[in-house]
């Protein structure tokens, strides 16, 4: 099946600090991909829907400047999460799909911790 | 907006039992999906059912969507301790919207 990788896999850093997550689809090209964020033994969390060459769509309650998403390419979309604090600290999950399909790849994951 | 709802919660199963969680949407779907999330990892497709009343299997697993295509429902037959991780449904409206998650249900399974 398709893979998506995550980079990197785990990150600490202190308040107030940026951190840039990657994903990438190693063997299919993606359309879109879609970020994620998931607390302890709860459900995804759709932040954002990002679209090769286009301005990602953010959901209701997530704030764009703080969360900058990049999607240049169509294997590569990038999470900046600017400014960063505890509260932000869980577990970010990118998903891809290609075009025409609906089926969604996930990828392992990214664990932040905010000091 | 749509909301998904999944019941239980939590199951925990002595292995060879049987396993069912219930996916519900408050609004019609276009089409819903089943992903595995083991302890730790990452969401796994398992599979889209679109068709009103369409009943897929996958060896042990009986995968169902309602005939008003509202609900949906995950049965395994005779479980076994690596069916166990939290199975989450994802349903997407008929306007193609994102698809939403609902909060999963964690089996664990009893040896």
């Known amino acids: 099946g398709a893979v998506v990788s995550q980079h990197p896999s785990w990150v600490i850093c202190k308040s107030g600090t940026s951190v840039k997550i990657e994903c990438r689809s190693l063997d299919f090209q993606a359309t879109t991909m879609f970020w994620y964020r998931q607390f302890p033994k709860q459900s995804l969390m759709l932040m954002a829907t990002?679209?090769?060459?286009?301005?990602?769509?953010?959901e209701q309650g997530v704030e764009k400047d703080k969360f900058l998403i990049n999607h240049a390419s169509l294997t590569l979309s990038t999470l900046t999460v600017t400014s960063a604090h505890p509260e932000d600290s869980s577990f970010y999950i990118c998903s891809a799909k290609a075009s025409g399909s609906a089926k969604q790849y996930f990828g392992p994951g990214t664990r932040l911790t905010v000091l | 907006g749509q909301q998904v709802m999944q019941i239980p919660q939590y199951q925990h199963v002595q292995e060879g039992e049987d396993f069912t969680t219930y996916c519900n949407s408050s609004?019609?779907?276009?089409?819903i999906q089943w992903y595995k999330q083991r302890p730790g990892g990452h969401p796994v497709f398992l599979i889209q059912l679109v068709k009103s009343g369409e009943v897929k299997k996958q060896k042990r697993l009986t995968f169902q969507f309602g005939e008003a295509k509202k609900n949906s429902s995950l049965h395994i037959t005779a479980t076994q301790t690596t069916d166990v991780g939290t199975y989450f449904c994802?349903?997407?409206?008929?306007?193609?919207?994102?698809?939403?998650f609902g909060p999963g249900t964690r089996l664990s399974v009893l040896p």
């Open positions: 994802a349903g997407s409206g008929n306007y193609g919207q994102n698809f939403v």
């Open positions: 990002s679209n090769e060459g286009s301005k990602a769509t953010y």
């Open positions: 609004t019609t779907l276009s089409n």
